[in-house]
């Protein structure tokens, strides 16, 4: 019988493992998209894609989107200021999900975050964030010499 502390091993060992797949296959798709956007703008919208991830699951279904796009402020495009779950369904999943799948994977996160208008604002608003957090950072400067 294994232990406690063998069974959490190879469970962590596991998630690390499914991790870093999602990893390399959302590097893949940020090479086949290379001509899309600069580099560091990739890599941004991965660490975000991984951060709106919440389960870990390497899908975004569509209560995990309906949180990131309420949080950003964006408004639907059917109309009414917050987005819920059929809307989400509707006007993200659908449009920009894969054969019918009900959970957006990397890919269709890029593909909104660089297309239409919908992308234009999310760029902008992940622009403005990133830029907001650096600027929140405190300024630590040299001490002055005093003699």
Known sequence: MASKQEIRHQHLNRFGQARAGLEDEIDKVNEENSDRAEHSELLK???????????????????????????????????????????????????????GAKTLRYAGFLRMVLGDEMGRVLRLKLKFESLAAEAAKPKVSEPKKLW
């Open 45 to 99: 919208y991965k660490a975000k894609y991984l951060q709106i991830d919440a389960d870990g699951s390497g899908d975004l279904d569509a209560f995990e989107l309906l949180a990131f796009l309420n949080g950003v402020g964006i408004k639907p495009k059917s109309g009414g200021s917050v987005w819920t779950e059929p809307k989400v369904k509707k006007e993200v999943i659908e449009k920009y999900g894969v054969g």
